[in-house]
């Protein structure tokens, strides 16, 4: 086959752009080395923030009643999310306290784990948690929650809740994007900062949220690839 | 893991399978970069006894791109970057310009899987077998694919010469 004039088009990259790049890499390695060597702290802190902000998050997302004339419900395939610039007020909330459920009852409860799980990741627990919502009003329905632990110490969150559930953030930077090519979920990127009492897309936790056999599910972490891997597992 | 060496050979390789697929040389770049960044922060995470560097460059280049075509819902063969290139200058190669810029508009007007396999054979220099592997096809129907795609192309160029 005479292809030489497809060739035509390559070009070397630019000698300052491969210089500037490379500068980039190798800071990029300094930093993760010293973060490492700080025992990960930052990275650790953000995520308890985040998951803060999840679980009131979810305490909040009891319907679009919920929602004001000022929020903004979207529907992400069957996942409704509500973009609301209101921090939930804290007369709103309710504390429930989970039951540890051995992680071999997960399946048998309609709590189905991503598998084959990749080997760097592992379960943090043998045990995962269930938030029995029933008799309180302020919060609708039940939710379980499973924890999975990266080659970093990140930590991947799986949370399973009903269908009719709705996710409140306060972030409009919400993308859709196709699990597998054919199931579309909503990724982004922050979490209430119960601090400043405002939504804030600079804590480094990702969510995915999306609707699979009438659960809605929300994986949350520090790397947004990882978590469409993980949520990928649960397509088979 | 010889990083240097990885980023030495990759750089032009997944450079040029952007440049393939955007026809710009500031966007190729761009993606280049946030290809080699996203890498680099998973470095920990790379295991060679499941897949060669290459195989794992490409994966997140190619993410990289389809988060790019998401984002910036732009199609393809609008970007006529390389128009520039038809403006006069000392020591300017017209004829060799013009047939660039040819091939470039003909490959953006390419079927998308056709354009991603032009990309990932003569942008990022893969083999038949490491295509099929990433497009899930034969490698058969790759070279077979490839032929019917760089003929119509050699054709149509042709065509446009001879007017």
């Known amino acids: ?236 | 893991m010889d990083w240097d060496e990885i980023y030495q050979s990759m750089l032009p390789r997944v450079f040029n399978y952007f440049l393939y697929r955007t026809g710009d040389l500031n966007i190729a770049q761009d993606l280049a970069g946030t290809t080699f960044e996203r890498a680099w922060s998973k470095k920990a995470r790379y295991r060679s006894d499941l897949a060669s560097a290459q195989t794992w460059m490409f994966g997140i280049a190619r993410n990289v791109f389809r988060e790019y075509l998401r984002e910036s819902r732009k199609r393809l063969s609008s970007l006529v970057p390389f128009e520039q290139g038809t403006q006069h200058s000392d020591g300017f190669d017209r004829d060799s310009e013009d047939t660039k810029i040819l091939l470039r508009r003909l490959i953006a007007m390419l079927p998308e899987k056709d354009q991603e396999l032009v990309a990932l054979k003569y942008g990022a220099g893969l083999n038949n077998r490491e295509i099929a592997g990433f497009l899930h096809l034969t490698e058969s129907n790759v070279g077979t694919r490839l032929f019917r795609t760089v003929e119509s192309l050699r054709k149509q160029m042709e065509e446009n010469h001879e007017r």
Request: aromatic letters at 8%; charged letters at 25%.
């Open chain 1, 1 to 236: 086959m005479k292809d030489d004039f497809m060739y035509s088009l390559r070009q070397e990259p630019e000698q300052t752009f491969s210089a500037s790049l490379k500068k980039r890499l190798e800071e990029s390695d300094r930093q993760s080395a010293a973060m490492l060597a700080s025992g990960k702290a930052r990275l650790r802190f953000g995520f308890s923030l985040a998951m803060l902000g999840l679980i009131l998050a979810i305490l909040f997302s009891v319907s679009s009643v919920r929602a004001k004339l000022r929020d903004l419900v979207i529907k992400i395939g069957e996942q409704g999310v509500i973009v609301s610039q209101e921090y939930p007020k804290a007369d709103q909330t309710a504390l429930v306290k989970p039951i540890a459920v051995p992680i071999s009852q997960a399946a048998e409860n309609g709590v189905f784990l991503p598998a084959p799980l990749p080997k760097v990741f592992t379960l943090a627990d043998d045990h995962y948690l269930f938030y029995q919502a029933e008799g309180n009003e302020k919060v609708r329905g039940d939710w379980a929650e499973v924890t999975w632990i990266g080659p970093n110490d990140e930590k991947i969150t799986m949370t399973v809740m009903e269908k009719e559930v709705m996710v409140l953030i306060g972030s409009e930077s919400l993308k859709e994007i196709l699990l597998k090519g054919t199931h579309t979920a909503g990724l982004y990127k922050g979490g209430w900062n119960t601090d400043t009492q405002s939504w804030d897309e600079s804590i480094p936790v990702y969510s995915l949220v999306f609707v699979k056999e009438g659960q809605s599910i929300c994986f949350t972490g520090s790397n947004s690839e990882d978590l469409i891997l993980m949520a990928e597992l649960l397509f088979p």
